[in-house]
């Protein structure tokens, strides 16, 4: 972080150390130069020139090796007066120049950077001038102070002040005082080896806490005893957090000083010493502005950064590091902050949250204490973590479930809020069944509470959690042992109750999720859709419970289960129809079930439709056994709505027709307008029915048949082109008279021509096959075939692939494309084997690279796949061109495999839609999104990010040609990839600074050309954040954005929070009144965002609203805000109220200074709502009163309720207010509108 232009980098581990109060500064002499006070060595100089004497050859030797601690005791030992003489002339010369410009600036920043968040001061000097006590008077504040060698024990809850490790010279100094200042070699033996009082403080000191050097050089004898006495610890096996030193150095010298700092275990922040170190002090009183502020906080990192979406970042930089350690904070406040954005925080952080970047040295800031040796495998995550004892749940014998309700901590519990605003999201559904799907009770509570209050929730997405919330959800981890169950079938010899209990269990239907497949000609923005099937709990019930269907106990157990069976297939199929997948002619269980009775046809792909079976064994047992109780069962089928309850009926007529007879079957095949003679859901056993019916039917029956099947109504399924609609109707009637007459029915004469009419016309069509009875079938099949199943072995998978190689198309489907995510072995390897032929299909290419690009399979299929594909033909590029980007997008993150595979494929796409493809339009980031040349620059950021970047490091030479090739606004499709460049300006800067600034930085300028720029900008405010340095090479582009602010779309909004808190920075090289033009462009929408943008750094502040009120805030009311009467809109003015009440303790004269911006408007509501909510009005009545007689308007009167709870507030605080004029209208107001 660089708080000024050119100024020293500090390392967001030493900001984040010191907003934890972790940080101790450690103030050598340099601090004390702007009061012309010397360092170590001078000192010694003047010593010599104020006493008229000239070292000798001992004490020059000394002085050449920078020894000036011997120096000075060489010096003591042979003057007259010794000790007292050379002392008495140290407290002459430290007398300090106060009337010098910021003299003591740098000493009252330091105060500040020391003061922590429990008001306790930790600041340590080795000098002995008394500027930090003036700095104390400046400022009004009296800290206490220790004096060596009486110095605290620096632990947190004892130490609370300012230290003079080496003494401090009193005013006037006394003998003694002058005596105990640690400065000669014999002081500094006594302090750090035979007392070793000091070196015992230091050792603590480095033990709890990050120490700061400020003010040392790299070869000051005051730190090399402190660095020897941690080395000496250090050889004794004690650890300690990492020591930091503000460096000087001249040009050309960065990486020998580094160096040189870092032998002595340091971790340096350099900067150019040049112009008395104006750089180190400068930037010492900026990071004190910031910290006093608050701006650097936890919560206003989260109020700052929340909304952007997280991006890939140099290590120096670690964006997505600052909002996890924000974020992890123990009071939760800055995971409340982040929950309560509006508009929400991004689901993309969620990816973040769930990486393991945490560690063993991390769990103490989690409240969890960590065993003393250190466990280097253990990682965790800020949403998956080890709990601290009293929330960890306890070793039990037997559990209680309500043990496990308070178990999440303040920041988990906001987290989850976080997450239950993101419901209407299928990722939230697809994150939440991936990691586990069972939700704590606090969880469990929210989403409830979310479904039951917010209408805007989407149909599905509603079903999808009520299922969830209902413990319906599939979870692949939980544990269903059918096994063990069909043992103790076998050990039992019969069906207990348990048993029974048990079974029910295990074969309890769940809705098992998955993601859906996105067009691979992309879909708006390529939402994420969800894709759904029936499954039963773990892994393998059912073909567990398939190898005990044949034994004798469950034969004899079947009757008994029969409405135990019916239950758990009606329960499959209401769970279906909530999904609104299934209804009362139509389910799912025709192609995951072709046939009731047992058939080659079946598969054992989908386990729940083991519930098919399960229903026909025990229908056909109960039949066999108990025939009435069967028919019961099958009259009980007829309420139930479902398609397959319909083939269940038909299958037992056509299995037990004795016990129905001709009539009840003919019922049953004509019922509902013979609406179930021609489905396609109960095909099979219709058709069955219908054979066996053939020879049953007297003359008067048959009759019936044949003039239903020839007056066959109007489908649904009718709608089509005619040609199609003639040859289905005909395919229907063809089927089911020639297999009735096949069976041995008998046709009437209409009847006979009708299908002999239909036989002329399809000759190929002969007699009925038993495929031709299924609407599905294994094999390859007929044009009429609704659905094709594509083989499983690979052989026959590529004979398969050869014959079909046109897609599914309106008339014909397939499940290559789900196979191809099944099964990725088998379709990988016989695409390739075609492909190793010069046979790309490119269609089928074009579904696999479509499930490949699903997160589930990108690595893998890379892997496999990316070598084989780079040289795929150029006649099949353009077929495949959108799949093979979109799958590129996904494989960048694992594109380091085979890098050189992966840039040479993404190159040739990039010349390919560089001719093809075309600009983006006005939505810019929508058409960049779901452009290829898009998709690749994406892939190709995530490819560069892979690597562990470093600020300066220059770009790859591999990648730099194409990033720069990108940069060309000549080619007008590469619009589409510069808007990510552009999205990812602060890395692509940090990295390479001149490669940015000559190629990427003169997009972003409305002079060059204003369609470059209105990309630029809308790539940089997709995730926009204030990088100074960056922003000072793109002022004037940046300020000029206010006048286009129109242009950026929804964007703009983003343009006025960036300009607002770049305002509020107040940082070298902007000034206000050019904040102040570039806000005053602002249109209304953009006027109120700022006003937003202002509340929440007032609300982020935390404890230190004051300070930020007084040092950002109100200065840019008054320097940068426009004061046009004409602003003042309801909009604005109900923007302005919630301000004035964010402001806390400073809402007296927040009020006081905004009033004329206030306006009788109905739209602050919400500011009256929070006038209450926070108290202010019973804290400042008198005020409370005055605002609300501003803003409450008298016309739409939305806020009663709060006006009227305001105004007990006010009474009860201030009685005498009763009356009040202002109070009495208020109140007036109330009753005409039915209150008080």
Known sequence: MQFIASGPNIPEELLQAHEDGQVVFFCGAGISYPAELPGFGGLVSRIYDELGEVPSSVEQSALTNKSFDTAISLLENRVVGHRQTVRTAIAQILTPNLAKRNALATHEALLTLSKTSDDRVRLITTNFDRLFIEAMNRQKVEYPSYCAPLLPVPKKQKWDGLVYLHGLLTDPPSPSDLERLVVSSGDFGLAYLTERWASRFVSELFRGYTVCFVGYSIDDPVLRYMMDALAADRLLGEKSPDAYAFGGHSRGKETQIADEW????????????????????????????????GVRGKEGIVSRHGRSKPQGSTRQDNFVGRMLWALSDKTGLPAKAFADLSPIAPFEWLEEFEKATFTHRDLIRFQVTPADEEDKKLTFSLIERPSPYNRAPWMRLVKRNEFYSHSSDDVMRHMARWFAKHLNDPRSLLWFSKHGGVMSDHLGYLISDTLEADGSLRAPMRTYWQLALAGRLHQSSAVADAYAWSQELKREGQLTPLLRIKLREFLKPLMKISEGYRSDEGEAENEVTIEWELALPGTH??????????????????????????????????????????????????????????????????????????VRDAWLASAERFPNRALQEFERWEHYEHAVFRRLQFFAIAARFELFGAQKALDCLLAQNTRWL????????????????????????????????????????????????????????????????????????????????????????????????????????????????????????????????????????????????????????????????????????????????????????????????????????????????????????????????????????????????????????????????????????????????????????DIEPLFTALCNVVIAAFANGRIFLCSNAISLYRVDEEWTTTYLLPLFDWRLSEYEARIAWSGFLWSPRLYWPLMRKLKSAFLETSEHYGSLGELGDQYASLLTFAALDSVEGFTKSEFAVATKKLPEAGLTQALQTVTDGIESSGVKIDDYWENRAKPYFRYVWPKSQALLTSRVSASFAGLIVATGDKFPEALDSLKDWLQRTEQADYAIHLLHEKSIAAKYPKESLQFLDLVVSREVFWSANSVEKCIDQILVSNPSLADDPRLVSLKQLLRRNGRG
């Open 262 to 293: 870092s032998a002595k275990n340091v971790r340096p922040i350099l900067y150019n010493d040049s112009n008395d170190h104006s750089l180190l002090h400068r930037t010492l009183r900026a990071w004190a502005d910031s910290y006093r502020d």
């Open 541 to 614: 019930s059912a073909s567990a419970l398939r190898e005990v269907f044949n034994s004798e106990q469950w034969k004899a157990a079947l009757p008994s289960l029969l409405s135990d069976a019916t239950d758990l297939l009606r329960e499959a199929m209401d769970i279906a129809l909530l999904l609104d997948a299934a209804n009362e002619t139509g389910d799912r269980s025709f192609y995951q079930r072709p046939s009731i009775a047992a058939h080659s046809q079946n598969r054992s792909f989908r386990d729940w439709t083991i519930l098919i079976d399960f």
């Open 678 to 957: 021609w489905s396609i859901e109960a095909q099979r056993e219709v058709l069955q029915l219908v054979a066996t019916v053939a020879t049953e039917l007297d003359q008067q029956q048959a009759e019936q048949f044949t003039d239903a099947v020839l007056n066959r109504p109007e489908q649904s399924w009718d709608h089509v082109e005619p040609d199609r609609r003639i040859r289905r109707k005909d395919r229907e009637t063809w089927r089911v008279l020639a297999l009735y007459q096949q069976s041995g029915g008998h046709l009437n004469a209409q009847a006979e021509a009708k299908l002999a009419s239909i036989r002329t016309e399809y000759p190929q069509w002969g007699d009925v096959r038993e495929r031709d009875q299924f609407p599905i079938y294994m094999e390859s099949g007929s044009v009429e075939q609704a659905f094709e199943v594509a083989p499983v072995s690979r052989r026959e998978l590529i004979e398969w692939l050869k014959e079909n190689r046109e897609t599914a198309n309106f008339e014909e489907t397939d499940d290559f494309l789900e196979r191809c995510r099944r099964d990725f072995p088998r379709t990988t390897l016989a695409l390739l084997a075609l492909a190793g032929q010069s046979d790309w299909i490119a269609g089928r290419w074009r579904q696999a690279l479509q499930a490949w690009s699903n997160d589930d399979l990108a690595k893998r299929s890379w892997r496999c796949v990316g070598p084989r594909i780079v040289d795929v033909p150029d006649v099949v590029l353009p077929e495949i061109n959108h799949g093979l980007s979109n799958w590129l997008q996904a494989c960048g993150k694992y594109g380091l495999v085979n890098r050189g595979a992966y840039l040479r494929l993404a190159s040739r796409l990039f010349s390919y839609n560089a001719e093809h493809e075309e600009a983006p339009g006005d939505s810019v980031l929508s058409d960049g999104l779901n452009s290829s040349i898009g998709q690749l620059t994406e892939g190709l950021i995530k490819l560069w990010y892979a690597q562990d970047l470093n600020d300066g490091q220059g770009l790859d030479e």
